[in-house]
């Protein structure tokens, strides 16, 4: 028999992987290759996408770019076949107020008007902002399979989606982005049927600061002379340490450059990074189906500054920008950490948001598989192979068709199903059909 199998090539080093499924791996003679396409033997359609963005001050820059490059996001899904896939789409705020992880109630509030923070602040609750376009606290969009389509929203799902991204400026000052996260998925009875359980799941995180998602409210205390002044310099100085030039929280609050920076994960202050990598990995039979995207600063360059804080005074400590182009932002160093632990694709929220969102609706593509093959197709420039994975006990590459042998690959043209020039899709040729765990992987040397 002939069956065709889904296959996708993705961006360009647009992505990566995490600690379970490698994009680059050498061979016996050392060369190395990128990993393009990875797509289970049938598709899944379906994807809930939590989009986590930041609404402290200063975040109205990055949620009208968002908005405004979303409908690129959206192009790259339409390009599957049976166009856009069966989507949930979802906002939660960044802002929990003064409520750690690890906490059973709030602490005090801190600070007044923008940016201060009190109580659970949005608590990890989907945001419509009082849109009457979203008949719910998520934008919902089903394919019936008869050429209609079943959604809960009127007009555009560009319009929906710039009303419940429409977060405003004035949240917690302290972004706790990861917990947000946490809070929005793990059974929160204010986001009933957002999270389905054989659905792909993409977290997408918009913010121009690092996570800083507190063990416990002390972190936000007013013992300025063990954890410094009121800032969110706090957040780095113990969520973070760096091999040189900063591996105490002491050596962390010295001015200067720092590398090897990660998370701090044995803070007593801070959530651990791989507590959250765990837990939504855990949220699926498969952690495969969990992707995430980050439009965030840098990772680096990483250095510590005297800096004047907003109302005046003297200088203390602060993170020094690691990008200032258009937007400007601190280097995500936790966020990185959490992003490398998936199959993800990473981009500075610095520059073109259009590329950042492009990049992760690949990933995204890439999680639900298409058997089209985007862009300019299989690279002609460099030696690539396709090779069949079943779990992760065995890999078996696949000769190109032509040879006699089955099952082999082949590119085809097919305008009709691959709308996106040049219109390819990539076949396997079969003699009998294969098991159903199976993972065809496309990759090319480097």
């Known amino acids: 028999m002939r069956s065709m199998v889904a296959v996708l090539v993705a961006g360009a080093m647009s992505g990566g992987c995490g600690d379970d499924d490698c994009c680059a791996m050498p061979d016996a003679m050392g ?43 959206i192009n790259v899904l339409n390009t599957i076949e049976g166009g856009l896939p069966n989507v949930h789409i979802g906002v939660v705020s960044t802002d929990l107020g003064t ?14 008007g923008p940016g201060s923070c009190s109580g659970q602040g949005k608590a990890g609750n989907l945001q419509t902002n009082g849109t009457t376009l979203v008949n ?29 991204a429409s977060l405003g400026a004035a949240g917690c000052g302290f972004e706790q982005p990861l917990e947000a996260a946490k809070r929005a998925l793990n059974g929160n009875p204010s986001n009933p049927g957002f999270l389905r359980p054989t659905a792909n799941l993409a977290l997408v995180f918009v913010t121009d600061e690092d ?57 007593p202050y801070m959530t651990s990074v791989a507590q959250y990598v765990t837990n939504f990995k855990s949220l699926k039979n ?6 995430v995207g980050t439009i965030t600063g840098p990772p680096s360059p990483f250095a510590v500054e005297l800096r004047t804080p907003p109302g005046g005074g003297v200088a203390v400590p602060a993170l020094a920008q690691s990008c200032q182009s258009g937007l400007i932002a601190d280097p995500a160093v ?10 993800h694709a990473s981009s500075s929220i610095c520059g ?43 890999e078996t590459k696949l000769p190109a068709c032509g040879g006699g042998a089955m099952p082999c690959w082949e590119v085809v043209a097919n305008p009709q199903a691959c709308i996106t020039a040049p ?24």
């Open 211 to 267: 996570d800083c998602s507190l063990a416990h409210s002390t972190m936000l205390g007013n013992d300025e002379a063990t954890l410094g002044p009121l800032q969110s310099f706090r957040c780095t100085r113990f969520g973070v340490t760096c091999a040189m030039g900063g591996k105490t929280s002491d050596e962390m609050n010295t001015i200067g450059t720092k590398t090897g920076c990660h998370s701090n994960d044995s803070s």
């Open 286 to 291: 498969d952690p495969a189906l969990v992707m």
């Open 352 to 394: 073109n948001f259009s590329t950042g969102l492009i990049d992760v609706a690949r990933q995204a593509r890439l999680q639900i598989g298409s058997a089209c093959l985007p862009g300019t197709g299989v690279p002609t420039d460099r030696e690539c192979e396709v090779v069949e994975q079943h779990g992760t006990s065995s």
């Open 31 to 73: 060369p190395i290759y990128e990993e393009l396409a990875r797509v289970p033997l049938t598709m899944n359609r379906d994807i809930d996408i939590l989009f986590v963005i930041d609404d402290s001050p200063g975040g109205l820059e990055q949620q009208t770019a968002l908005k405004a490059d979303f409908p690129n996001f």
């Open 136 to 164: 719910g606290n998520f934008i919902n969009d089903q394919n019936n399979g008869n050429g209609t389509r079943t959604k809960n929203y009127t007009g555009t799902l560009e319009a929906a989606f710039s009303a419940v």
């Open 99 to 112: 409520t750690g992880a690890a906490d059973n109630q709030a602490g005090p509030g801190i600070g007044m």
């Open 334 to 343: 936790r966020m990185t950490d959490f992003a490398n632990g998936f199959r």
């Open 423 to 446: 219109n390819l899709q990539l076949n396997v040729q079969r003699s009998e059909a294969p098991p159903l765990d199976t993972v065809v992987v496309l990759r090319c040397k480097l």
